[in-house]
């Protein structure tokens, strides 16, 4: 082991030193790694095993960054929902979470009967059960 001085609490180890004992901060995020002190051979965040990340951030995007405080990586992945009656469409990112909406129109979608439409509010069950639940 080579002389160094801990950038966090500047603490001067050297070949007489033990190493402190500590979690990196893949174990922040129970990922447990099998390097408990860094590589001197390469250059590395201080306190990082040099394992690569790997928190799951969406379906999409797992951070690939080496083991790091801070922010991860985010998602930019945007898709098309459409509303539950299916007369308008919007553009939702990943991370907004929404998975459905409602357009706040009238549904018009036609009855059982097939008569009559719906005159509710754009919704996600099925119009003759919304009319049951409101009698």
């Known amino acids: 082991m080579v002389n160094w001085t801990c950038p966090t609490c500047n603490f001067f180890y050297s070949l007489n030193n033990s190493k402190p004992i500590y979690n990196c901060y893949c174990e922040q995020y129970n990922k447990v790694c099998k390097e408990k002190w860094?590589?001197?051979?390469?250059?590395?965040?201080?306190?990082?095993?040099?394992?690569?990340?790997?928190?799951?951030?969406?379906?999409?995007?797992?951070?690939?960054?080496?083991?790091?405080?801070?922010?991860?990586?985010?998602?930019?992945?945007?898709?098309k929902l459409q509303c539950y009656c299916k007369k308008s469409t919007k553009v939702f990112s990943c991370l907004s979470g929404i998975k459905t909406f409602s357009?706040?129109?009238?549904?018009?979608?036609?009855?059982?009967c097939n008569l009559h439409k719906c005159k509710s509010i754009c919704h996600e069950d099925e119009c003759e059960k919304l009319l049951l639940d409101n009698k």
């Open 103 to 112: 357009c706040e129109m009238i549904c018009g979608k036609l009855l059982n």
């Open 38 to 79: 860094f590589d001197t051979s390469s250059i590395i965040i201080p306190h990082s095993c040099g394992l690569t990340c790997s928190k799951k951030i969406c379906e999409h995007v797992t951070c690939d960054l080496p083991c790091h405080p801070g922010p991860h990586l985010s998602c930019d992945y945007e898709y």
